[in-house]
């Protein structure tokens, strides 16, 4: 599982090299095409979708080596081994819906960022907030309250503002993934994003996995060293005795590297 989201997260940095490559120095002119686009919303939930499955996949491994070092009979570890592939499914469909959600036309006012209008219209520029909105329909309609301001309403209300004699006014919404030109999750919100709440949860998400990461390596290298106390007793006498040791000096090195690579990872 881990391979998969290593994967996902290296087909995300090809393809994101790849757009660099093919837009160049039209990039600032194709900027809003590009944030607005689909291969643009497809990036961020390949992204998002491998980072997820990585850090999930990485703690149900930790508290499955924890459970298989407490509680090491043979017939509870093939049991648990049997069950891996239930796990396996809850884990992609959790990081997908991670993923995914943010695009959903249901909750567009938790996640949309903004309009983008033809560049004829010259009335808004670039990309355009609700607070935007707002001044502009408060100045034309009259005032409106901002809460029942939705995505759908402000459509409504400015198609109501022109009329289509010289054509359709063609607006695009900038997604949750087009705050920026890699199409990244957005993790840096303020207080007045609507998106507030999900990045939190997220982030939360993600550092109780971490938590967890750190507590069940740091069981497996007390558990460790417990048993290796009792072993290096027993051996202290025996040939073998500077190689065993060796060896336990190299596993707590590699615990050590695992907990370090996973916060660095993490942050």
């Known amino acids: 599982m881990i391979c998969i989201g290593d994967l996902f997260t290296g087909l995300y940095l090809l393809t994101i090299a790849t757009v660099d490559r093919i837009f160049g120095v039209e990039y600032c002119r194709r900027q809003l095409t590009w944030l607005t686009s689909s291969p643009c919303a497809a990036l961020g939930i390949i992204n998002m979708f491998g980072a997820t499955v990585s850090i999930l996949s990485m703690t149900y491994l930790s508290l499955f080596r924890v459970y298989s070092i407490r509680h090491g009979r043979i017939e509870i570890v093939q049991n648990l081994i049997l069950k891996n592939n239930l796990c396996v499914g809850v884990i992609v469909l959790c ?6 959600i943010p ?13 983008t209008y033809d560049k004829n219209f010259r009335l808004f520029i670039s990309i355009v907030n609700k ?11 009259g005032k409106i309250k901002e809460r029942l301001l939705t995505w759908k309403t402000i459509n409504m209300l400015i198609d109501l503002m022109f009329s289509n004699d010289y054509g359709e006014l063609k607006k695009k919404k900038v997604h949750f993934y087009g705050n920026e030109g890699v199409c990244l999750f957005k993790y840096f919100v303020k207080n007045s994003d609507p998106q507030l709440k999900f990045v939190w949860m997220t982030l939360t998400i993600k550092a109780s996995c ?18 290796n106390r009792k072993v290096s007793k027993m051996m202290a006498r025996g040939p073998n005795a500077n190689l065993h040791d060796k060896r336990n000096k190299r596993l707590q090195r590699n615990i050590t590297l695992i907990i370090i690579t996973d916060f660095l990872c993490w942050i």
């Open 95 to 100: 990081s997908f819906l991670i993923a995914y």
């Open 103 to 115: 695009l959903i036309d249901s909750f567009e006012n938790f996640f949309v960022n903004g309009l």
């Open 131 to 141: 607070e935007k909105h707002l001044d502009v329909i408060n100045s034309y309609f």
């Open 210 to 227: 971490f938590l967890c990461i750190t507590f069940c390596y740091s069981l497996i290298n007390i558990g460790s060293k417990r048993i």
